[in-house]
C-alpha cells in the first residue's frame, strides 16, 4: 500500500499533540522518519496529509506504519484514540 492519509480520532484532553511517522527503509529495513503530525486536543476527526520528508519514500509501498506519540495533552501522558483510518493506494 501506498500511504496518503491518516485520520485519527482522539478524546479530547487526551491527545497526542506531536507524533511521528515512521516506515522500514526498503534498503535497510530499518525504520525511518517519514513525516511528523501535529494533532489539535480536541474530539474531532483529523485529517492529516502523509508528505514524506524525502520525496518519494513511499511511492514503492509499505506493509507497515509506526506511529509515534512523541508529547500529549495529558499531564500523566495518556493518550486515547477512538478511530484511526489509513487511506491510500494498491501498489502495482
Known amino acids: ?3 496518503k492519509f491518516v ?11 506531536r507524533c511521528s511517522v515512521h516506515a522500514p527503509s526498503p ?10 503530525l501535529f ?3 480536541n474530539n474531532r476527526p483529523q485529517n492529516f496529509t502523509l508528505t514524506p520528508n524525502t520525496p ?3 511511492d514503492g509501498g509499505v ?8 508529547e500529549g495533552s495529558d499531564f500523566f501522558g495518556r493518550i ?11 501498489a502495482q
Open 56 to 58: 518519494g519514500a513511499l
Open 80 to 90: 486515547t484514540i477512538y478511530d484511526l483510518r489509513l487511506e491510500g493506494d494498491f
Open 39 to 41: 494533532p489539535e486536543d
Open 1 to 3: 500500500m501506498i500511504p
Open 7 to 17: 485520520s485519527i480520532t482522539f478524546q479530547g484532553g487526551f491527545v497526542g499533540t
Open 63 to 70: 506493509e507497515k506504519l509506526k506511529l509515534m506519540f512523541e
Open 27 to 36: 534498503v535497510s529495513g530499518e525504520w525511518e522518519l517519514v513525516t511528523k
